[in-house]
């Protein structure tokens, strides 16, 4: 323990660095146990696109989506997106939704804009386009 205190003391600012490295994992696992917006795997999508008739949401640009999106995805252009215009899915408001980016990390935000718009049951793809693709799951081009 007396090296502890020591190393701690001859290298303050390596053991801050440390000690921020950990609280900021802290803060991401604490806050994404806490969101109401939910992070699904590739299967558990899959799931809920065969049982449950999910509809995707595919925010990428449309070049992007041009390039492969998952089956029976809808596009949503990012300036709705941006202006949280989903007039479009009014009717898939109780339905379950996937929003799907490219890596996983916008789609939170729109998850939850959606929610606050009042659709109930929505999620994110965990890894986004490129864990679809990285399962070898179908894409549509």
């Known amino acids: 323990m007396q ?3 020591e190393f701690i003391g001859n290298h303050y600012l ?3 660095a440390w000690i921020a490295l950990m609280v900021l994992l802290v803060y991401s696992m604490v806050s994404s ?3 109401p917006v939910k ?3 590739t299967h558990e999508v ?3 696109m065969n049982k ?8 990428r640009s449309q070049n992007e989506f041009k390039k492969g999106h998952i089956l029976g995805a809808k596009q949503v252009p990012a300036e709705k997106v941006s202006k949280g215009d989903f007039s479009t899915l009014e009717n ?3 339905k379950p939704i ?3 980016c490219a890596m996983g990390m916008t789609a939170k935000r729109t998850a939850a804009q959606m929610l606050k718009a009042g659709f109930s049951q929505v999620s994110v793809l965990k890894g986004g386009m490129n864990a679809w693709q990285s399962a070898n799951l179908p894409v549509a081009k």
């Open 14 to 16: 390596l053991s801050s």
């Open 3 to 5: 090296q502890f205190i």
């Open 92 to 94: 898939s408001k109780d």
């Open 39 to 41: 992070e699904l795997g």
């Open 98 to 100: 996937i929003v799907v």
């Open 46 to 48: 899959t799931m809920l």
């Open 52 to 59: 449950q008739d999910a509809v995707v949401i595919d925010i």
């Open 33 to 35: 146990k806490l969101s």
